[in-house]
């Protein structure tokens, strides 16, 4: 099977911009979950999809937004971009809807914000 | 609430030598417990996951992990670390909800 794949793997903004990133499941998975790590944060959660709705969500502004199409494929986007959210963007997908679940991670969006 | 913390933002051990990085939660039932590890410029690759019975669980590359409910910890152990080992290394809790929180991680750097 192939992995999480996510695109573009580097994103070079400006501030004010917005950005959609995409992300690509393991086949059969229906769950995706996108984070944001960055160094002496760890990752933070910032919302999980399940069946094309958004079933869990983090502590983050408005200005990030996602959306999980039929295939399951996820995008998320963030809008009038800051300096502060440079960071990696990761997704990770898993099998079932609740109950005892690992996750898998793509390799990540690496985000910067000029 | 759900937390994980890691203790150590960064350990440092010589090839050959034994090593464990602490993990401690918070959690009010039985916590789903995962290790992560995250090589420079790669995404996370699970090393172990414990959600139920033996406490002490055997993962990739070596590691092996151990759930101490009463000190609410799952500590990652390896009896001789590899210059390959060098990475990020993540502890996560997860529940029956599909949500996952990560610790902030401890790098872990291998002297030849």
């Known amino acids: 099977k192939a992995g999480v794949t996510q695109t573009p793997r580097y994103l070079i903004k400006t501030r004010g911009q917005q950005v959609t990133l995409s992300c690509s499941p393991i086949?059969?998975?229906?769950?995706v979950s996108w984070y944001q790590q960055t160094p002496g944060q760890g990752l933070q959660f910032l919302f999980e999809?399940?069946?094309?709705?958004?079933?869990n969500k983090g502590n983050f502004p408005g200005r990030f937004s996602g959306r999980q199409f039929s295939n399951s494929r996820s995008e998320m986007n963030v809008s009038t971009l800051e300096l502060g959210d440079s960071a990696l963007y990761l997704c990770?997908?898993?099998?079932?809807?609740?109950?005892?679940?690992?996750?898998?991670f793509g390799p990540g969006t690496r985000l910067t914000v000029l | 609430a759900q937390s994980v913390t890691q203790p150590d933002i960064h350990i440092t051990v010589s090839e050959g030598a034994s090593l464990e990085l602490r993990c401690n939660y918070s959690?009010?039932?039985?916590?789903?417990l995962f290790w992560y590890v995250q090589s420079p410029g790669q995404g996370l690759q699970l090393l172990l996951k414990?959600?139920?019975?033996?406490?002490l669980v055997q993962g990739i590359k070596g590691f092996e992990a151990e759930f101490k409910r009463s000190q609410s910890s799952f500590n990652l152990r390896k009896p001789s670390v590899h210059w390959s080992d060098a990475a990020e290394y993540f502890c996560?809790?997860?529940?029956?909800?599909?949500?996952?929180?990560f610790g902030t991680g401890t790098s872990l750097t291998v002297i030849p």
């Open positions: 990770a997908s898993s099998s079932a809807g609740t109950g005892y679940n690992e996750q898998f």
């Open positions: 086949s059969g998975h229906r769950s």
């Open positions: 999809y399940f069946s094309e709705t958004q079933r």
């Open positions: 959690y009010g039932a039985t916590p789903y």
């Open positions: 414990y959600f139920s019975g033996d406490t």
């Open positions: 996560a809790v997860g529940n029956t909800g599909n949500q996952f929180y």
